[in-house]
């Protein structure tokens, strides 16, 4: 796929950087010309140029692009007038990035395609993560739900799936277990890796070394918290 991402701050940056590394054809903008050089070894293509400027905004691969991100994180206004020079232009999909409640009231008037608010997503994230021990990671969905990856509690281990009952007791509905197994390389030497349970049956049992892939609402999942 094709992305151009404008503004190559912290969350830009990665952002592309990521999207190169997963063999996407990525367009970096920046109007620094110092993030530009920085990046130009690990970004496929970085431009540096004005993109407040509609001429110069012209002149990147706006048509091609499967997506144009708007990631510019401390102009207020350099975002807005972006993200609506790029509506009037009609790009295919359209995502900005939300600083506050007030920026994200401003674009959604504008009509962006979907709006991304990184440091309140990782907040969330982290506080899920602080609130219940043993989380390995979590990612919300939506403003109401989550999928979390949690660590078996300990009162719930040699337990069938059946007598925990995760949906009644919890309102949580359990996707998947991963589970530490013992193999074996070509030359016989033994390595622990993970094995993906997601057929699960009611009789199975968790075992201590399990992580829980869970999904449901973010306030169920704090009826963990207190096992």
């Known amino acids: 796929m094709k992305f151009v991402v404008i503004g190559l701050g912290n969350f830009g940056s990665v952002l592309c950087e990521s999207l190169s590394s997963m063999r996407h054809d990525v367009v970096g903008v920046d109007s620094d010309m110092e993030k ?18 509609s001429v110069a905004l012209n002149t990147l691969p706006l048509k091609d692009a499967d997506a144009v991100i708007v ?18 232009m009609g790009v295919k999909r359209l995502i900005g990035r939300s600083m506050s409640s007030l920026h994200r009231t401003v674009i959604e008037a504008i009509g962006v395609d979907e709006i ?14 602080m609130n219940l021990p043993g989380t ?28 925990i009952d995760f949906r009644g007791r919890f309102g949580l509905q359990l996707v998947a277990i991963s589970r530490k197994t013992t193999e074996k390389n ?12 997601d057929d699960l049956h009611p009789d199975e049992r968790i075992q201590a070394d399990d992580n829980l892939f869970l999904f449901g609402r973010t306030d169920a999942v704090h009826k963990l918290a207190v096992l």
């Not at 050089?37 to 431009?47: G, P, Y």
């Open 186 to 197: 070509v030359f016989g030497k033994a390595y622990e890796a993970s094995t993906i349970l």
């Open 36 to 53: 530009v050089e920085a990046f130009k070894k690990t970004i496929d293509n970085v431009v540096c140029l004005d993109a407040c400027n």
């Open 136 to 163: 390995v990671q979590s990612f919300p969905v939506g403003k109401t739900s989550c999928m979390i990856e949690l660590k078996a509690p300990s009162v719930l281990v040699g337990q069938t799936l059946s007598s």
């Open 116 to 129: 991304i608010s990184p440091e309140e997503e990782y907040a969330q994230t982290f506080a899920l993560k």
């Open 71 to 88: 990631t510019i994180g401390e102009n207020f206004g350099a975002s807005v007038k972006v993200i609506a020079l790029l509506k009037q």
